[in-house]
């Protein structure tokens, strides 16, 4: 039974370790567009929003089920997605190639922020609300990892990998497979489902383009990215059914 409970604390310790340096690599485009202001036009709002999003559902469904791991590294996470939001906004405004950075942006921006509050509200004072957080977190949990698969399309553009979060996306793999570990302990659907799917997303599928060249790679990538989109979208409508949730893509 000890040596359960030490396996536990190891494994969650690990976990929340990870979470913390995986949350931090936003912080790393943030400081290259603090740096060189026109590499706002790298950063993705969609990869940004999700990360957020994903930290701010974490931690509801942390602090009111209650599930105490989840708690310190979400906070974390939330308060760097802010940060980095705030900052790459400051800078895309006056810098006329961030095109990503439009109207459509700051309305989804603005949308997140009060979605958000309203997880808090829904997980805190209505009966059972953190248990539908956290399988609403499942769902938002997809959409973060996936959301670096929109920059596929740019790289295949450009030849370039500027606009991959790569250390993002390292990053989230190697915490995937820590939270993965303390879900499956715990039991905690919401915590290993998610992070089944991103640990065995391939993590190499964005940088194909520039490592194999663009006539090698352009159709197997292309290829590639459909079939992971498609089949992140089928199992979570499998997870949503199993959970008593009809929903159609």
Do not use: H
């Not at 700051?106 to 004072?125: E, P, Q, R």
């Not at 949990?141 to 596929?152: N, R």
């Not at 490592?211 to 990215?225: D, H, I, K, R």
């Amino acid at each position: 039974m000890a040596d359960s409970r030490y396996v536990d604390v190891l494994l969650e310790t690990m976990a929340i370790s990870m979470a913390v340096f995986f949350m931090t690599s936003p912080l790393s485009q943030t400081l290259d567009v603090y740096g060189m202001p026109a590499k706002v036009r790298y950063v993705k709002p969609l990869n940004l929003l999700c990360f957020y999003l994903n930290c701010m559902v974490q931690l509801a469904y942390g602090l009111y089920l209650p599930l105490a791991p989840l708690v310190p590294c979400n906070a974390y996470g939330a308060a760097v997605g802010v940060v980095s939001t705030l900052v790459c906004w400051w800078f895309a405004r006056r810098e006329a190639q961030a095109e990503d950075w439009n109207r459509k942006a700051a309305l989804g921006t603005l949308a997140i922020a009060a979605l958000s509050m309203l997880v808090f509200a829904y997980a805190k004072y209505v009966e059972g609300g953190a248990e539908f957080v956290g399988k609403l977190g499942i769902f938002v949990a997809f959409s973060m990892y996936g959301a670096p698969l929109a920059s596929i399309g740019e790289v295949m553009r450009t030849q370039s990998s500027e606009t991959l979060p790569l250390l993002q996306s390292f990053l989230g793999f190697l915490n995937s497979c820590c939270w993965l570990a303390v879900g499956l302990r715990k039991g905690a659907t919401p915590i290993w489902i998610p992070n089944l799917v991103s640990a065995f997303l391939p993590p190499g599928l964005g940088f194909r383009r520039v490592v194999e060249g663009p006539e090698e790679s352009e159709q197997g990538c292309m290829s590639s990215t459909v079939y992971i989109q498609k089949g992140i979208l089928r199992i979570t409508q499998f997870l949503f059914l199993g959970l008593g949730l009809r929903i159609r893509f």
